[in-house]
Nanobody, 119 residues
C-alpha cells in the first residue's frame, strides 16, 4: 500500500490550500481515510477523516467549519480543502488509512507534506 500526499505549501493567514492523497494497493472499501498533522516536538494529531464506503466525515474541533474532506472513488483519492487557514495550522500533514479515525487506528501512512501559514 502506498499513500502519496501532495498540495502543501506556504500561504498567508486567511488563505486556502488543498491537499490530495492518492492511494495504490488499497483495496478494502471499509477503510477510513484520514488526515493528521504534526508539529515538531508535539504528538501527531487527528485532523479529518472519511469513511470510504459510506462517506461519513469526521473532524477535529479545531478545524470544523474551515476544513472539508472529500473522496474521489474513481481516482482513489482523498482531498482536504483547507480554508481560513491560521498560523496554528502550520504542520506537516500526513494522509493515512485504517480502521478507526485516530493515530493508533491507522494502518498505513504516507509521507507528509508541509503546510506553512504565515501571519
Amino acid at each position: 500500500v502506498q499513500l502519496q500526499a501532495s498540495g502543501g505549501g506556504l500561504v498567508q493567514a486567511g488563505g486556502s490550500l488543498r491537499l490530495s492523497c492518492a492511494a495504490s494497493g488499497l483495496t478494502f472499501s471499509s477503510y477510513i481515510r484520514g488526515w493528521f498533522r504534526q508539529v515538531p516536538g508535539k504528538e501527531r494529531e487527528f485532523v479529518a477523516a472519511i469513511a470510504w464506503s459510506i462517506g461519513n466525515t469526521y473532524y477535529a474541533d479545531s478545524v470544523k467549519g474551515r476544513f472539508t474532506i472529500s473522496r474521489d472513488n474513481a481516482k482513489n483519492t482523498v482531498s482536504l480543502q483547507m480554508n481560513s487557514l491560521k498560523p496554528e495550522d502550520t504542520a506537516v500533514y500526513y494522509c493515512a488509512a485504517g480502521r478507526i479515525p485516530t493515530v493508533q487506528g491507522m494502518d498505513y501512512w504516507g509521507k507528509g507534506t508541509l503546510v506553512t501559514v504565515s501571519s
